[in-house]
Nanobody, 119 residues
Framework: QVQLVESGGGSVQAGGSLRLSCAASGRTFSRYAMGWFRQAPGKEREFVARIIWSGGSTYYADSVKGRFTISRDTAKNTVYLQMNSLKPEDTAVYYC????????????WGQGTQVTVSS
């Protein structure tokens, strides 16, 4: 029954920043992990970042660690992905996902938002 809606994508020059938002429906997300994934043209979907709703523990792909920050606003049921020092290789459709935190897979997915980074 969880619904996810991403926003905040757009076009930016290399070295710039964007902040993605994922608004999640539901009464409580205490048992969930939420993640960001991305898919570039001709590429498989790639993990970007993950956050455990309860407690806020985070994990990042090596390719974005130190540049991206995942966070959550518990009052708004919203997760964010702050993307700094963007590179052309970050260009992709970014997807928000949610799943029970003890599972490896994600059960719910948003529609995606396009991020384009020009050199």
């Amino acid at each position: 029954q969880v619904q996810l809606v991403e926003s905040g994508g757009g076009s930016v020059q290399a070295g710039g920043s964007l902040r993605l938002s994922c608004a999640a429906s539901g009464r409580t997300f205490s048992r969930y992990a939420m993640g960001w994934f991305r898919q570039a043209p001709g590429k498989e979907r790639e993990f970007v970042a993950r956050i455990i709703w309860s407690g806020g523990s985070t994990y990042y792909a090596d390719s974005v660690k130190g540049r991206f920050t995942i966070s959550r606003d518990t009052a708004k049921n919203t997760v964010y992905l702050q993307m700094n020092s963007l590179k052309p290789e970050d260009t992709a459709v970014y997807y928000c996902a949610a799943g029970l935190f003890w599972n490896r897979d994600y059960d719910y997915w948003g529609q995606g938002t396009q991020v384009t980074v020009s050199s």
